[in-house]
């Protein structure tokens, strides 16, 4: 995605975040965009965990948190996300 995508796509997740707080979907995605474009890491952690709150089976929630936990150096956290993460996509 080019970075105006990339904005769009936030913007977006923002106003439908905004109507429908608790949808998995969109916090997911928002919180892949922070991960693997923005590498807002600690903001992505923030809003993935609100996602697993809500549906803690998904394997896109726990690798993207597993990427960003490896981003800020918590390999103990890495780790058992990314396992469960390749678990859950069986």
Request: proline share 3%; charged share 30%; net charge positive.
């Amino acid at each position: 995605m080019e970075k105006n995508e990339i904005d769009l796509a936030l913007e977006q997740l923002d106003n439908l975040l905004r109507y429908a707080p608790n949808h998995v979907m969109g916090l997911t995605e928002y919180g892949k965009i922070l991960v693997f474009h923005k590498k807002d890491y600690k903001s992505a952690l923030k809003i993935l965990k609100r996602s697993m709150r809500i549906c803690d089976k998904s394997p896109g929630i726990y690798g993207a948190m597993g990427v960003a936990y490896y981003k800020v150096g918590k390999l103990d956290y890495a780790v058992p996300c990314l396992k469960l993460s390749r678990e859950l996509d069986k």
